[in-house]
């Protein structure tokens, strides 16, 4: 059973999207001590900011910060209030290994200097000293592969990262990580690599395991959601605005 759009919509909605375009949506929420914090966009420094969430979408100056964010940076709550940041490495049009922190969301503090220090380099700075920091590397095998994670990052489901395995060019598939067998199932997408897309113009940002086809879906920038077939590789569906 294909899901239908609003299946679609709930599902991504809560999966992890790249700061700063995702990041008042649900799927990069954080919980910590009863504050429900989301990541807002400062044009004053041009990264994203973990403040409490409101309504209002405009940063206001005097809103506690507990988290500054480089862009093309994900965020995904894990389990026991703990939260985990990660990002592909990029030098100029090489991409590298995807680098992962994780952290206590029950000890995060307010960041006072956070227009000034790592912000030079481009570097995520979070309120709280991180618990686990690894990497994953991007030239993975297709299919099932055996890895040893930090228990810090477990989780009770899948986590699906969107990864690039090419140094230079395009060999987009997604990773999906299960914790409790400790694999990667890499599932590369020749329907997408093999397109005619203007990749430098359109670009696939988030994937998700609907629950209850257990199909995953997939939508991004200038691109229409998506469903992939039982195994993942292939496009089983464009969901269109007509659809």
Not at 168 to 193: E, K, L, Y
Request: charged share 20%.
């Amino acid at each position: 059973m294909i899901p239908d759009k609003l299946a679609i919509a709930r599902t991504l909605d809560n999966a992890p999207g790249p700061l700063p375009w995702y990041g008042r949506t649900a799927g990069n929420r954080l919980y910590s001590r009863d504050l429900e914090l989301e990541w807002t966009y400062s044009t004053e420094i041009n990264q994203s900011l973990l403040v409490k969430r409101t309504d209002n979408a405009q940063f206001s100056v005097n809103v506690p910060v507990f988290g500054v964010a480089k862009a093309y940076t994900y965020v995904k709550a894990l389990s026991g209030d703990r939260f985990a940041l990660w990002w592909q490495e990029r030098s100029g049009s090489s991409m590298g290994a995807i680098q992962l922190r994780v952290y206590d969301s029950n000890v995060l503090q307010q960041i006072h200097d956070w227009r000034s220090g790592p912000l030079v380099a481009s570097e995520n700075l979070i309120g709280a000293r991180e618990i686990a920091a690894f990497s994953v590397p991007s030239v993975l095998d297709d299919g099932l592969n055996r890895v040893s994670l930090p228990p810090q990052f477990s989780h009770n489901t899948e986590t699906h990262i969107l990864v690039n395995r090419a140094a230079a060019g395009i060999d987009v598939c997604i990773f999906s990580i299960d914790t409790n067998s400790q694999t990667i199932f890499v599932m590369p997408q020749h329907w997408w690599n093999k397109s005619d897309v203007d990749f430098a113009y359109q670009w696939i940002t988030r994937v998700a395991r609907e629950p209850l086809s257990g199909l995953i879906v997939g939508d991004g920038i200038r691109v229409d959601p998506f469903v992939l077939d039982a195994s993942g590789p292939t496009l089983n569906r464009e969901i269109t605005s007509s659809q």
